[in-house]
């Protein structure tokens, strides 16, 4: 599968912003998706995953309630929106899929073998 991340741009702290991850292939129910995000000089980060299936949802600690991940499978589709974000949210997001991934490997990125180009976002004070 190819996965492709739109969405990104420059927003103030407390605005919103929704990013999309687009896959092509088939059997997309079939397939784990995670965001992943990686802040200047730090090494990448789970943000969020829907689960292959019926879409499970799992989030960072310091994501939850701001952030919100869905999936709509009839357009290959997941979503991550991102609410009351700060400057520490600016990072590049990664969307990253595994098939059939147990749901106990969520969060290492080490499990996840198709990757997006990533998206910037960039929160300003």
């Known amino acids: 599968v190819q996965l492709q991340a739109f969405g990104g741009g420059s927003v103030q702290a407390g605005d919103s912003r929704r990013l999309s991850c687009v896959a092509s292939g088939r059997a997309f129910n079939h397939y784990t998706v995670a965001w992943f995000r990686q802040a200047p000089g730090k090494e990448r980060e789970f943000a969020a995953a829907s689960s292959y299936g019926v879409g499970t949802t799992y989030y960072a600690e310091s994501m939850k309630g701001r952030f919100i991940i869905s999936r709509d499978n009839t357009q290959n589709t997941v979503y991550l929106q991102m609410n009351n974000l700060q400057p520490e949210d600016t990072a590049v997001y990664y969307c990253?899929?595994?098939?059939?991934?147990?749901?106990?490997?969520?969060?290492?990125?080490?499990?996840?073998?198709?990757w997006g180009q990533g998206t910037q976002v960039t929160v300003s004070s």
């Open positions: 990253a899929a595994a098939s059939f991934l147990n749901d106990n490997y969520v969060y290492p990125e080490r499990y996840y073998n198709f």
